[in-house]
């Protein structure tokens, strides 16, 4: 989204622009980017203009721009175009539209599919060349000629994108990996037509042998048509892995959008009229029924009921809205009729505004730049120029060249970074599958370099340490009054509401007492409890100020009760029959039962556990008491821009921090986070604004997850270091001569083979 001066037209490529004012942010969407290396470039092009700070975010194709007068949109465009990339403003994101499913699936992905079905084609063509080359028994009569026939297809149309990638930078005086595969791909592919066509590899009968060493006159025999084709796969392969793993731009904030509600029952006329929530404007009336979302942000004008704003607000009690009080869009109405006029719509709702902070808070994040990206800037180069060396070196030495071809190409195909590029995609796979076991999801690599530096773990406290729903945890009654019975009358009555409370009371009565008895003459007193018949007897079940209106009041062993009940920060429900007040109920949301072990774990991680809630203290330090967290560790009563600003604060003290939540009112702070864990129970914005998922709700598994993540970094870090030891070990003995090119080839497989062998090693993970 961008934050242009308005009115500002979106502009592709080409587009015009207007100048913009004094101290702009703009947005813009950036294309053509392989690596980070990619990244940094256009970030270093765009920090030289005059009054111009940007950042570049390769994981999400964006670039954030700061700049003031003087430079225009276009500028900035063209400045990226001439790096070599292309820039346009993001459109804006597309109104949500009703999914009969409700799951808002997103688009096919093209590009995916298309790199899917070009790694593919070439997986099946490459694997016959492969026998072919490398197993005599199977080299029959003009073998090499299917075998170049079959490569043709590989090196051209599977290896385009890195040609494509390599031609660009070249254009732009730049190398990247993209330049070492192609340079040794098309180097081995052309070796090979110069040798069948010209020299002797295309005889009929001719074997295929290996060689060690660079030997005079054997050059114009060798192909190297398996190692042009297991490269181009093998890079593909590891692209498509990384690919898969890449985090989709703008996941959290079309998620956020998706919450709202799709359609609203406008009053016209008397009339309800159902029209798409786009429709409405400030002031238009419309019905909101028991279990459907409220459209928009509002005020009662009609009816009573309890609305479930915890998606919003973290507050695990349901608020009591009646005539005159306001209501957020997105929340549920979990009781009555309900008619709100619309105050606020569009851009300006709540929901709205909380999608601007995750899209924010997503965007300032610095790129995550690959450990294998920033050493093959400088690693890249100087293999073409060993490469170059080699040929120059053999054709003064021997003044053969055939044997400083084939020296150089040994020199280009066994710096390949074939290893590199599988380094990160295959541990990362392996990693995430094994997480995937246990409950973990990992969305990218970018990810696991931040749990490393994590010292402070901030936890949302409903949904994540609680469970987020209601339920009765203690009864108290008066002498001669059993808990069975006034949990009989009182679940009674209140099963026949649909308030969130009197639902937790029924199911605790139901599971204690069995079958409930039916009620007669039921009635409920909005904002003050229910009343009804109940085998006879007149029960009254809620407020205190409802038994009081019946003359019931509190005798001095209830009103102690519930006092320290909502001390306790716990709702109470008063309960009377046969005209006296007879027993007080106390609900809350509880404490899961591994909450407690889950944080003594994360602990012992070296991690420090901030409790940070919507709720208010009393309730936050009860749950911190229960579950080991320091009381002075504990941010209650905080709005959804309470908690970003929270978990800015402890970043501003030089803590690395990682959020544990599962709401909406979570998703900016996840976000803003650096390392954001959801739990897997929770909403659809928390879970995309996340960087590690809990699928099973357990917060057990956040221990599991930095652990795992840490594994997982190291191996990747193994990777890398075994990648490159065997390049500057293997280098200069391809430049001397040592090394045949199929050698080459053969050694720069084997280094793959290890590096997705050692790769495997975390399917042994175990969970805590």
Request: with cysteine.
């Amino acid at each position: 989204m961008s934050t242009t001066t308005p009115g500002t037209p979106r502009t592709g490529s080409s587009g015009p622009t207007a100048p913009a004012a004094a101290g702009e942010r703009v947005e813009l969407s950036i294309g053509g980017m392989t690596c980070a290396s990619c990244a940094a470039r256009i970030e270093k092009k765009l920090n030289r203009m005059d009054g111009v700070e940007a950042v570049v975010n390769f994981a999400t194709e964006r670039a954030r721009i700061d700049f003031g007068t003087g430079v225009s949109v276009a500028d900035l465009i063209a400045t990226v175009e001439r790096t070599g990339y292309t820039a346009e403003l993001p459109a804006p994101p597309p109104a949500a539209e009703a999914d009969p499913d409700g799951a808002g699936a997103a688009a096919p992905d093209p590009d995916r599919a298309s790199a899917r079905d070009r790694l593919l084609i070439s997986t099946v063509l490459t694997v016959p060349v492969v026998l072919l080359s490398m197993v005599p028994a199977l080299q029959f009569d003009n073998w090499q000629w299917l075998a170049l026939a079959l490569t043709g297809p590989v090196v051209v149309y599977g290896g385009l994108p890195f040609h494509r990638a390599a031609w660009t930078n070249l254009r732009h005086g730049a190398a990247t990996m993209d330049t070492l595969v192609s340079l040794g791909t098309l180097a081995a592919f052309g070796w090979s037509l110069w040798a069948l066509f010209l020299g002797h590899a295309g005889m009929t009968g001719m074997k295929h042998e290996f060689s060690l060493t660079v030997a005079r006159g054997d050059a114009s025999s060798s192909l190297y048509l398996e190692t042009a084709a297991a490269v181009t796969v093998l890079i593909l392969l590891g692209r498509w892995l990384e690919a898969r793993s890449k985090r989709r731009a703008g996941a959290a904030l079309h998620a956020l959008l998706d919450l709202g509600a799709k359609e609203v029952a406008v009053l016209e006329g008397g009339r309800e009229v159902r029209l798409p929530v786009a429709r409405l404007t400030v002031g238009t009336r419309f019905v909101v029924r028991p279990g459907e979302k409220i459209a928009t942000d509002g005020v009662v004008t009609e009816g009573a009921s309890a609305v479930d704003a915890s998606m919003l607000t973290g507050e695990s009690v349901p608020v009591e809205v009646a005539v005159g009080d306001p209501v957020t869009g997105a929340t549920v109405n979990a009781g009555g009729r309900l008619v709100v006029e619309a105050t606020r719509v569009g851009a300006d709702t709540q929901l709205a505004r909380m999608a601007k902070l995750v899209e924010e808070a997503q965007n300032g994040k610095a790129a995550a730049q690959r450990l294998a990206d920033r050493i093959s800037a400088v690693f890249v180069p100087v293999v073409i120029l060993i490469a170059l060396g080699t040929l120059v070196g053999w054709l003064l030495v021997s003044n053969s060249p055939t044997e400083a071809f084939t020296a150089a190409v040994a020199v280009l195909i066994i710096a390949c970074p074939c290893a590199l590029g599988l380094a990160t995609p295959t541990a990362l796979m392996v990693g995430t599958g094994r997480g995937a076991q246990l409950g973990i999801l990992i969305k990218g690599p970018e990810v696991l370099e931040t749990t490393r530096r994590v010292d402070t773990v901030v936890l949302d406290k409903t949904g994540t340490v609680t469970t987020g729903r209601m339920a009765l945890v203690a009864v108290h009654t008066v002498p001669g009054v059993t808990v069975e019975e006034a949990l009989r009358l009182a679940g009674a009555l209140e099963h026949a509401s649909e308030h969130p409370v009197a639902a937790a009371v029924a199911a605790a009565a139901a599971e204690r007492v069995g079958d409930l008895p039916p009620v007669g003459d039921f009635e409920n007193v909005p904002g003050l409890g229910v009343r009804g018949v109940v085998e006879g007897r007149a029960v009254l079940a809620g407020r205190e100020a409802l038994l009081a209106d019946a003359a019931q009041h509190l005798p001095p062993v209830l009103a102690e009760a519930k006092a320290a009940a909502e001390a306790a920060g716990r709702t109470t429900v008063a309960v009377g029959w046969d005209g006296e007040a007879r027993a007080v109920l106390e609900i809350a949301d509880t404490v899961k039962p591994t909450s407690a072990k889950a944080i003594a774990e994360l602990r012992a991680l070296g991690l420090r556990p901030v409790l940070l809630t919507g709720d208010n203290r009393a309730v936050a330090q009860a749950v911190a008491a229960e579950v080991g967290i320091d009381p002075a560790d504990v941010v209650a009563e905080v709005l959804p821009e309470d908690k970003v600003a929270t978990v800015r604060a402890l970043q501003a003290e030089g803590r690395s921090v990682a959020m544990i939540g599962d709401g909406v009112n979570d998703a900016a702070a996840l976000a803003q986070a650096d390392l954001g864990l959801a739990m897997g129970t929770g909403t659809d914005a928390a879970i995309e604004a996340a960087d590690l998922t809990l699928v099973r709700g357990d917060l057990r598994s956040a221990g599991d997850a930095i652990r795992l993540s840490r594994r997982t970094l190291a191996t990747i870090k193994g990777n890398l270091f075994w990648a490159f030891a065997y390049n500057v070990a293997a280098i200069p003995l391809a430049a001397a001569g040592l090394l045949n090119p199929v050698v080459a080839g053969a050694a720069m497989a084997f280094s793959s083979v290890f590096v997705v062998s050692n790769s495997l090693r975390l399917r042994r993970f175990k969970a805590a």
